[in-house]
């Protein structure tokens, strides 16, 4: 299970190297992390569907061994901040940021327990096997770490309960759009809108 704090899975490390947006990226992975043996397909569909703006911060929230915030912070050049509660995909994260040569925070968090700063960008693959409650945390979380009109964005599988994190984004922020719908993958997208 890969969402627990310290995995006692044996290790199995493996090397992928992958291309992302025009991007070589070079991963190490290990048993007890999300997705092993290939970035998975839905973090590949939000990777393509985000469009961010260099110098901003982002914060991926459950980043695994990294795909998700150390491209985008590569691809992008943004701030790049990345949280997991398993220590395990922490280490990898930080071996694999030094690998791909990019400069970001790294920690352990369980959701947003030890997150203190805000941000331009959240981005999540939230853990499904988790559980719908802690999907939802990260969702509801998400509003008070987000600067001014800063971005939710998440991927989350039909059939894994897109609309009901739909439906939770609508609550939280007050509007949620499907960025991409993709073989039964989608992105969904909520601003926290300030007024002025």
């Known amino acids: 299970m890969y969402y627990e704090k310290n995995p006692k899975a044996a290790h199995d490390i493996h090397e992928l190297t992958v291309k992302f947006l025009d991007t070589t990226m070079v991963f190490l992975t290990d048993a007890g992390v999300f997705s092993k043996k290939m970035i998975d397909y839905g973090s590949q569909v939000l990777l393509n569907n985000l469009d961010l703006e260099q110098g901003r911060t982002l914060l991926d929230v459950g980043c695994g061994y990294g795909p998700l915030g150390l491209t985008l912070g590569k691809v992008f050049d943004v701030n790049a901040t990345l949280i997991d509660i398993n220590s395990r995909a922490i280490d990898l994260a930080q071996k694999n940021a030094d690998k791909n ?4 925070t790294i920690f352990q968090s369980d959701i947003y327990e030890n997150v203190s700063d805000h941000f331009d960008y959240i981005i999540s ?11 939802h945390e990260v969702i509801s979380g998400a509003f008070d770490h987000l600067l001014p009109n800063g971005r939710l964005t998440i991927v989350i599988q039909k059939k894994q309960g897109a609309p009901s994190a739909k439906a939770k984004m609508e609550e939280v922020f007050g509007n949620c759009q499907i960025i991409k719908k993709d073989k039964g993958y989608y992105i969904l997208e909520s601003e926290k809108v300030c007024e002025q």
């Open 101 to 104: 040569g990019v400069k970001a």
């Open 125 to 135: 693959n939230p853990p499904i096997r988790a559980g719908k409650a802690v999907v």
